[in-house]
């Protein structure tokens, strides 16, 4: 595990108000995801220091009518062993489990999935990870099988959405992500306040535009 950064952070979880209700007076864990394109794989997914982003996923959530009021919670995750996307070394690690990964695929005569873009999204967006959450699975499988320890939480970078300007190298919906795989890591459990508080609200609750 990379220890060169503090191991505690910030991150935000975009749900539904009463699942955030819940989960804050401590009655039960958030719900890890575990579909087949999650862009870490399994884990409970937390956006890294970016409360506006929980609360833009949030609202995405509830315009297609699978949350009914939109909610962020804000945690402290301590991310113990992690597999940080962001290191040289671990992009390694990633790199090597890849290759056994399609190893194991073509050995076996099984089909490799591809990651791949939504329609109407950047192409390099590639929204839904197939490819990398099946290698992210392998991983944890390959870890499992040789009673090794396993990853805690997986934290990656992402550039997303289209150029800030033309010919600018940032997007506008580049993130940092944290998968927690075990619940333990997240230390505690709060309502945003002051500017985080602000920057959910704005997204969430913005006030009516004032008309003459």
Not at 38 to 53: C, M, Q, V
Not at 103 to 110: V, W
Not at 162 to 185: D, K
Request: overall charge negative; charged content about 25%.
């Amino acid at each position: 595990m990379s220890r060169l950064t503090t191991s505690f952070l910030l991150g935000y979880h975009g749900c539904d108000r009463k699942v955030g209700e819940r989960a804050i007076a401590g009655e039960f864990d958030l719900i890890a995801s575990d579909k087949k394109y999650d862009w870490l794989g399994p884990g409970a997914y937390f956006w890294e220091s970016d409360p506006r982003r929980a609360a833009e996923w949030a609202s995405w959530k509830v315009g297609r009518n699978h949350y009914r009021h939109g909610a962020v919670i804000g945690a402290v995750i301590d991310l113990r062993h992690c597999l940080d996307l962001t290191t040289r070394e671990d992009v390694e690690v990633f790199r090597k489990a890849h290759e056994s990964f399609i190893d194991h695929q073509q050995t076996g005569g099984l089909e490799v999935p591809e990651n791949i873009s939504v329609p109407g999204q950047p192409d390099q967006d590639r929204s839904l990870r197939f490819l990398d959450c099946a290698v992210f699975k392998h991983l944890h499988g390959l870890l499992a099988e040789g009673r090794v320890e396993p990853y805690d939480t997986v934290r990656g970078m992402f550039t997303e959405g289209p150029e800030v300007y033309p010919g600018c190298g940032f997007a506008e919906r580049t993130h940092v992500q944290i998968a927690v795989r075990n619940p333990s890591c997240v230390v505690g459990l709060f309502w945003p306040r002051g500017d985080a508080a602000a920057a959910v609200r704005d997204v969430l609750d913005p006030k009516p535009t004032a008309t003459t």
